[in-house]
């Protein structure tokens, strides 16, 4: 019998996946409107990714379309894009720079100082 796990998520709980493996979501709440969709996303289009009901206020999601987890609903997601951001926001999603992302989480580094040969990534993927 499989279980499901599912991940509830506070102000301090760390990520561990997807583009900011490392961050918070507080710090991507601070961070600007394209990572706070981006954890609007993860809600609707995770199944095992939820969080507290305090956050999901803060992201503008109302009970009204919150989804029992776990389960997924992008068509939800879709909808909380169209009603809660105005014009202005969703031109403004496209229109942040990676480095003014990486600069005000305090990643100065480049890709080129990293080994992406197959051992160091198997560490990686196996947390070493």
């Known amino acids: 019998m499989a279980t499901t796990l599912l991940r509830k998520l506070t102000w301090k ?3 561990k ?9 507080q710090q991507l709440f601070d961070l ?4 706070r969709s981006l954890l609007v996303w993860y809600y609707f289009n995770s199944s095992n990714i939820t969080f507290m009901d305090e956050i999901l206020d803060e992201l503008k999601i109302d009970a009204s379309i919150r989804i029992e987890k ?13 009603m809660s951001l105005t014009d202005n926001e969703r031109m403004g999603l496209n229109s942040i720079r990676v480095g003014e992302r990486n600069r005000k989480l305090g990643s100065h580094e480049s890709n080129d100082k990293y080994s992406f040969s197959r051992g160091a990534m198997q560490k990686r993927n196996h947390g070493k």
């Open 70 to 82: 776990p389960s997924k609903d992008p068509a939800r997601h879709k909808w909380w894009r169209a």
């Open 13 to 15: 709980s760390t990520l």
């Open 32 to 35: 600007g409107l394209k990572e």
């Open 17 to 25: 996946f997807g583009r900011w493996p490392d961050a918070t979501v």
